[in-house]
């Protein structure tokens, strides 16, 4: 079996005054896992857009085989065996999954004019059934869930003939179950002499599943391990710069009245009789399988599932469920949604524009914003997320995903808001950044403000929560305050395993 090499060398790549890639050489081969980390804007996704053609490099060399060649755009990219599955899945949820897999290179009886979808289903159907996924060719994507539309990211990669396959950030949004279905799936491809080039922040994924770790730091390669002759301590320290100070929860003594309570709340099957409160000054951990109904909570408490029912009061008065972010921000309620990119951020606007969103008519007298205060906000937001930018007025499409998502977090640091939905707070943001946004939360907390979070990360749940709920196929199945949070069997309850519905800790 032959082994492929891709080699980049005394790469560098320059957006307008800033350096984001300098003098960085990386080197993949075939049939092995090379993972790529480093903190948010450390490089890592420009070096993989330079690699997949989205970015033509200013300086530097890539080969293959030993080869000299030219990647312009992603079709040329292509041509080279070199396939980059995004964060951000690019599928199209009206298609079906045999379309979308051949969207762009049809399939055609004969020299007709005619799409033959037969033979598309069919090699389609091959791949699924190769990989032991139970899908039809024929199921629209819209009815996959999270992790299965990774697996036809890849399968779609496969069917270009890809020998090399980038996967960007490929857990953010799988469930435990999913992840380990993942991980399966790549071992496969390592059999098949596929190359995976692996970007992430979670190290034990790394240690369990890569051959080799490349470390990026400010735009420079700063070193390459064998994962079998390194450790997580050693790669986290070459990441930062110095050995990574741990987010240690603080014991909490002072948690006051209830702030909101929900009774009964119901979507259909999404969500089942659910009820539950949350007192000043607590965190709220809710936690489960991705579709369990753990978002769909939070969505609905801020007016955005226009199905639910139930009751919902916030300082003893009743919220509407009907009425939407504008009215639950005039109730000093703030919201984090999981989906940035989609409708998290304004893309065409600046980082300070993005930050001081909410708080914009507070800003405004007779027509004019107080751009002096609005800056002052920008730069605590920026400051004390560890948010890596330029400038405040960068637009934010320009930032790394995990730079988005801290500015999402940003924008509630110096709002007037007493309750904080946060979901996946940390999604996409390294491990440095994570304690810098725990340790924030943690402040806003002992401070009085009210937080729910939703999260799928296990370490997460542990670390945050005051007190954890865990939904199960839409119903509340565990509860436990701080004092009572065990691992094995918050892990049980969201599989759904050995548990009574509503049942304690105890």
């Given at each position: 079996m032959s082994v492929n090499t891709i080699k980049m060398e005394g790469i560098s790549k320059h957006f307008f005054s800033t350096q984001a890639l300098n003098n960085v050489d990386f080197e993949c081969r075939s049939g092995e896992v090379h993972a790529l980390v480093g903190l948010n804007g450390a490089g890592k996704s420009t070096l993989i857009n330079v690699l997949g053609g989205v970015h033509i490099k200013d300086e530097g060399q890539i080969t293959l085989?030993?080869?000299?060649?030219?990647?312009?755009?992603?079709?040329?990219?292509?041509?080279?065996?070199?396939?980059?599955?995004?964060?951000?899945?690019?599928?199209?949820?009206?298609?079906?999954?045999?379309?979308?897999?051949?969207?762009?290179?049809?399939?055609?009886k004969g020299r007709s004019p005619f799409l033959d979808y037969k033979e598309m289903d069919r090699q389609v159907n091959v791949l699924l059934e190769k990989f032991e996924l139970c899908l039809s060719p024929n199921m629209l994507v819209n009815e996959l869930n999270?992790?299965?539309?990774?697996?036809?990211?890849?399968?779609?990669?496969?069917?270009?003939?890809?020998?090399?396959?980038?996967?960007?950030?490929?857990?953010?949004?799988?469930?435990?179950?999913?992840?380990?279905?993942?991980?399966?799936?790549?071992?496969?491809?390592?059999?098949?002499?596929?190359?995976?080039?692996?970007?992430?922040?979670?190290?034990p994924e790394i240690f369990g599943i890569a051959d080799e770790v490349t470390v990026m730091r400010d735009g420079r390669r700063i070193d390459t391990y064998k994962i079998s002759e390194t450790s997580e301590s050693v790669v986290v320290k070459s990441m930062i710069g110095e050995d990574l100070k741990d987010f240690i929860k603080p014991e909490k003594h002072h948690i006051g009245e209830e702030i909101i309570t929900v009774e009964d709340?119901?979507?259909?099957?999404?969500?089942?009789?659910?009820n539950f409160s949350i007192r000043k000054g607590e965190i709220l951990v809710m936690t489960g399988l991705r579709g369990s109904g753990i978002e769909e909570i939070a969505n609905a408490v801020y007016g955005l599932e226009p199905?639910?029912?139930?009751?919902?009061?916030?300082?003893?008065?009743?919220l509407s469920l009907r009425k939407g972010p504008e009215y639950k921000l005039r109730k000093r309620i703030g919201f984090v949604s999981a989906n940035r990119d989609k409708d998290g951020i304004l893309h065409p606007q600046s980082v300070k524009d993005n930050i001081s969103l909410p708080t914009i008519k507070k800003l405004t007298k007779f027509g004019y914003i107080d751009l002096t205060r609005e800056i002052q906000l920008a730069e605590k937001g920026i400051r004390e997320t560890t948010l890596k930018t330029e400038s405040y007025d960068t637009q934010i499409k320009f930032l790394s995903g995990g730079n988005k998502q801290k500015a999402c977090f940003a924008r509630w640091l110096d709002n007037d808001v007493d309750f904080l939905m946060l979901l996946e707070p940390t999604r996409g943001v390294d491990v440095h950044a994570k304690a810098e946004i725990y340790r924030v939360i943690e402040e806003l907390s002992e401070k009085g403000l009210t937080?729910?979070?939703?999260?799928?990360?296990i370490d997460e749940v542990m670390m945050c929560a005051d007190r954890v709920i865990v939904m199960f196929d839409g119903e509340k199945v565990l509860e436990c305050g701080q004092e009572e949070l065990e691992r094995g069997k918050i892990l049980a309850a969201i599989a759904g395993v050995g548990i009574e519905r509503n049942e304690g800790c105890e």
């Open positions: 085989n030993g080869k000299p060649i030219d990647i312009a755009n992603p079709i040329e990219a292509r041509t080279h065996g070199i396939s980059i599955i995004h964060q951000e899945y690019s599928l199209i949820n009206e298609l079906s999954i045999s379309r979308n897999i051949f969207l762009g290179r049809e399939l055609y999270s992790g299965q539309k990774q697996f036809i990211e890849i399968i779609r990669s496969l069917m270009t003939d890809s020998w090399l396959i980038v996967m960007d950030e490929p857990t953010s949004a799988l469930s435990e179950k999913d992840k380990e279905k993942l991980f399966d799936f790549i071992e496969r491809l390592k059999a098949e002499n596929i190359g995976i080039i692996y970007i992430s922040h979670h190290m709340m119901n979507l259909g099957e999404r969500l089942k009789d659910v199905g639910a029912i139930g009751k919902v009061f916030y300082k003893g008065e009743e937080v729910l979070i939703v999260s799928y990360e």
